[in-house]
């Protein structure tokens, strides 16, 4: 029953944001940037989807509905666009200069959760110069393409996060775990 009312909220908040301001004018009750046919249309699409999705959306933990949780994700997403800029220009002073050493490898950022494994990965995936070629499922490591791969990182195997994805599993680990 709590993983089909959280699903249902959820989708009824999505719902509202992504149709918001689309409020007729000429409708006979208007709530502020919603009609009412389009607050009971997205109340039932939201219970039809908290019916079928329930199981999917929520597994095993509730952990993330924790709002300290949310506003530490916040934090992250200025991190992590600081360290998509960084990575911006870093890039294009590769291309410029032909100083590229491209290689895969291996990262082991120590993650116990999926739901960390997978934020990290397309964390590293969308900053520029790395991508996540694959995920041992088994100890959750990454291979990271990456298109500077320094010498003083292969020196440990695996090789060190610090170098690959800067302080993202520390951010990660806040969140998801």
Same mark, same amino acid.
């Given at each position: 029953?709590?993983?089909? %009312?959280?699903?249902?909220? %959820?989708?009824?908040?999505?719902?509202?944001?992504?149709?918001? /301001?689309?409020?007729? #004018?000429?409708?006979?009750?208007?709530?502020?940037?919603?009609?009412?046919?389009? =607050?009971?249309?997205?109340?039932?699409?939201?219970? =039809? %989807?908290?019916?079928?999705?329930?199981?999917?959306?929520?597994?095993?933990?509730?952990?993330?509905?924790?709002?300290?949780?949310?506003?530490?994700?916040? /934090?992250?997403?200025?991190?992590?666009?600081?360290?998509?800029?960084?990575? #911006?220009?870093?890039?294009?002073?590769?291309?410029?200069? /032909?100083?590229?050493?491209? /290689?895969?490898?291996?990262?082991?950022?120590?993650?116990?959760?999926?739901?960390?494994?997978?934020?990290?990965?397309?964390?590293?995936?969308?900053?520029?110069?790395?991508?996540?070629?694959?995920?041992?499922?088994?100890?959750?490591?990454?291979?990271?393409?990456?298109?500077?791969?320094?010498?003083?990182?292969?020196?440990?195997?695996?090789?060190?996060?610090?170098?690959?994805?800067?302080?993202?599993?520390?951010?990660?680990?806040?969140?998801?775990?």
């Amino acid at each position: 029953m709590v993983a089909f %009312v959280i699903t249902t909220i %959820v989708c009824f908040i999505t719902y509202l944001l992504l149709t918001t /301001g689309t409020a007729n #004018n000429s409708s006979m009750v208007n709530l502020w940037l919603w009609s009412i046919e389009e =607050i009971i249309l997205g109340l039932i699409l939201s219970i =039809i %989807v908290g019916i079928i999705a329930r199981k999917i959306f929520i597994k095993k933990s509730i952990r993330m509905l924790n709002p300290v949780r949310w506003f530490i994700f916040i /934090g992250y997403l200025f991190y992590f666009f600081y360290e998509m800029a960084k990575a #911006n220009f870093d890039v294009a002073y590769r291309v410029i200069t /032909g100083k590229i050493n491209p /290689g895969i490898v291996k990262i082991s950022p120590d993650l116990k959760t999926d739901l960390g494994t997978t934020m990290l990965a397309n964390s590293i995936t969308l900053t520029p110069g790395t991508l996540t070629v694959d995920v041992d499922e088994d100890c959750n490591d990454l291979y990271i393409h990456w298109i500077n791969v320094k010498k003083e990182a292969l020196e440990k195997k695996p090789v060190d996060c610090k170098y690959v994805c800067a302080g993202f599993p520390k951010w990660v680990r806040r969140i998801a775990e």
